[in-house]
T-cell receptor, first 114, second 114 residues
Framework: DAGVTQSPTHLIKTRGQQVTLRCSPKSGHDTVSWYQQALGQGPQFIFQYYEEEERQRGNFPDRFSGHQFPNYSSELNVNALLLGDSALYLC?????????????FGPGTRLTVT | DAKTTQPPSMDCAEGRAANLPCNHSTISGNEYVYWYRQIHSQGPQYIIHGLKNNETNEMASLIITEDRKSSTLILPHATLRDTAVYYCIVRVGRYGGSQGNLIFGKGTKLSVKP
């Protein structure tokens, strides 16, 4: 079992550009959540996808959007990048009927906006 | 979800027990205490959780005070690989309408020294 995988590992973008990050959930999981982790801070919840729909959203602007595919994999899109979007973006997968202790995180994508 | 307070950093000698405290004085009766850790450049990893009884697994022990207002995570024989940021999170045990929404603070940076 490969666990949760994310791509790319690192990414450098210029302010104003758009970026797409990808996540493959742990085998058997049907739910994907995305978190943003700024340097020195804990992860902050962005949104969660289940059955190809956004089910819950944290306090993030509409520039952050996502998608879930029929195979449960997911993408996070960020438009009009700002310097403040530089962070580690974490994907976590779980079962919709599971509990917080059953959420598995990927290694993250490090995004640098210059 | 209840707010938690943790010391920003702690040191521990290799081979000794690491005791990480967490205050959660506003915890509700149906809220569990969860512990996650994040090793540098990796995603958070679930360690243990409990409601009111002390819990032990292969990774750690969790001691919850009788009034449930604080808890301690114990790593019985810390190794260099236990150097990480440890997060204490308080929330309901099942996802319900807020699945995926783990609220992380800044955690405690534990440094295990040889």
């Amino acid at each position: 079992d490969a666990g949760v995988t994310q791509s790319p590992t690192h990414l450098i973008k210029t302010r104003g550009q758009q970026v797409t990050l990808r996540c493959s959930p742990k085998s058997g999981h049907d739910t994907v959540s995305w978190y943003q982790q700024a340097l020195g801070q804990g992860p902050q919840f962005i949104f969660q996808y289940y059955e190809e729909e956004e089910r819950q959203r944290g306090n993030f602007p509409d520039r952050f959007s996502g998608h879930q595919f029929p195979n449960y994999s997911s993408e996070l899109n960020v438009n009009a990048l700002l310097l403040g979007d530089s962070a580690l973006y974490l994907c976590a997968s779980s079962l919709i009927a599971g509990g917080p202790h059953e959420q598995y995180f990927g290694p993250g994508t490090r995004l640098t906006v210059t | 979800d209840a707010k938690t307070t943790q010391p920003p950093s702690m040191d521990c000698a290799e081979g000794r027990a690491a005791n990480l405290p967490c205050n959660h004085s506003t915890i509700s009766g149906n809220e569990y205490v969860y512990w996650y850790r994040q090793i540098h450049s990796q995603g958070p990893q679930y360690i243990i959780h409990g409601l009111k009884n002390n819990e032990t697994n292969e990774m750690a022990s969790l001691i919850i005070t009788e009034d449930r207002k604080s808890s301690t995570l114990i790593l019985p024989h810390a190794t260099l690989r236990d150097t990480a940021v440890y997060y204490c999170i308080v929330r309901v045990g099942r996802y319900g309408g807020s699945q995926g929404n783990l609220i992380f603070g800044k955690g405690t940076k534990l440094s295990v020294k040889p």
